[in-house]
C-alpha cells in the first residue's frame, strides 16, 4: 500500500479529510507519518487521535533552509514514506529535498492555478471581481505553486461573499478535492511524468482534470 507522510503546520482540515477517507476505506493509502515545522498545530493533535505517528521540526537552530530541508527528510525517512502530501505547510521546500521526491510531491492551493499563488487568494479573487474561485492540487517544484497542475474544482462567487464565506466553500472543495486527487494516485490511475501528467493514459491539460462538475 502506498505510503504517504503528511506536512502540516495547522488546522489540517484536508489532513483530517484525508484521514476520514481512509479510515472509511475510500483512500487505500497508509499515512505513516505526519510532520510539522509548528509544534502548536492543531493537525498533530488530529493525527495522534487516529494513532498516527507525528513529528514536530521547527527551524529554529538551523543556519539555512537547505539544511532544515536534510533534517526534515532524515526524519522522514525512518517512516519510509513514497510520497509527500502537503497540506497547509507553510514553507517552502528546497531543490534537494524535491529531487529527493521528484513527482511525489503533493500540494493543495485554495485559488485556480495558475491565478493567484501566494497568500490571500480568497480576497484577491474579490477584489478581481471573479465569478469564480476554485481549488487546485498540484505537483510541488522549486517554484512556489507552480509544479504541473493536477486537479482544479470551482464555485461561483456570490455578490454577498466576503472572504469569510469564500473560505469556507473553498475548505469544502478542497476535503473533497484531495483525497480524490491522492486515490487515483494510489490506483496508479494518475501517473506524474517529465513529460506531462496522465490520467488513465491520457495526458491532462495544464489546467489539470476538472472534477465535480
Ligand atoms: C488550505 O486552504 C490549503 O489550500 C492551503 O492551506 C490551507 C490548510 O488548511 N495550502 P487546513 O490546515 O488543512 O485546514
Known amino acids: 500500500m502506498l505510503r504517504a507522510a503528511v506536512l502540516i503546520s495547522g488546522n489540517g482540515t484536508n489532513l483530517q479529510a484525508l484521514m476520514d477517507a481512509v479510515e ?3 483512500l487505500p493509502i497508509k499515512i505513516c507519518v505526519v510532520a510539522s515545522n509548528k509544534a502548536d498545530a492543531y493537525g498533530l493533535k488530529r493525527a495522534k487521535l487516529a494513532n498516527i505517528p507525528t513529528f514536530t521540526l521547527t527551524h529554529q ?4 533552509r537547505e539544511a532544515y530541508d536534510m533534517a526534515l527528510l532524515q ?10 502530501i502537503l497540506a497547509g505547510f507553510m514553507r517552502i521546500l528546497g531543490e534537494q529535498f524535491i529531487q529527493r521526491f521528484q513527482h511525489r510531491i503533493f500540494n493543495i492551493h485554495p485559488s485556480l492555478l495558475p ?16 465569478t469564480h474561485h476554485g481549488v ?24 454577498d461573499d466576503t472572504p469569510v464565506t469564500l473560505q469556507q ?3 469544502a472543495l478542497e476535503h473533497r478535492l484531495y483525497p480524490e486527487v491522492i486515490r487515483l494516485y494510489a490506483l496508479n490511475q494518475l ?3 517529465d513529460d506531462g501528467v496522465f ?4 495526458k491532462l491539460p495544464v489546467t489539470g482534470v476538472k472534477l465535480f462538475e
Open 24 to 26: 472509511s476505506g475510500k
Open 61 to 64: 537552530g538551523f543556519l539555512h
Open 75 to 84: 526524519c522522514l525517512e525512518r517512516y519510509q514514506p513514497d510520497c509527500i
Open 115 to 130: 491565478k493567484y499563488p501566494g497568500l490571500h487568494t480568497h480576497e484577491k479573487a474579490l477584489a478581481a471581481k471573479d
Open 136 to 159: 487546485t492540487v498540484h505537483m510541488v517544484t522549486k517554484e512556489l505553486d507552480a509544479g504541473a497542475i493536477i486537479a482544479q474544482a470551482d464555485v461561483a462567487i456570490e455578490s
Open 169 to 171: 466553500k473553498i475548505h
Open 191 to 193: 501517473k506524474i511524468q
Open 199 to 202: 490520467l488513465n493514459g491520457k
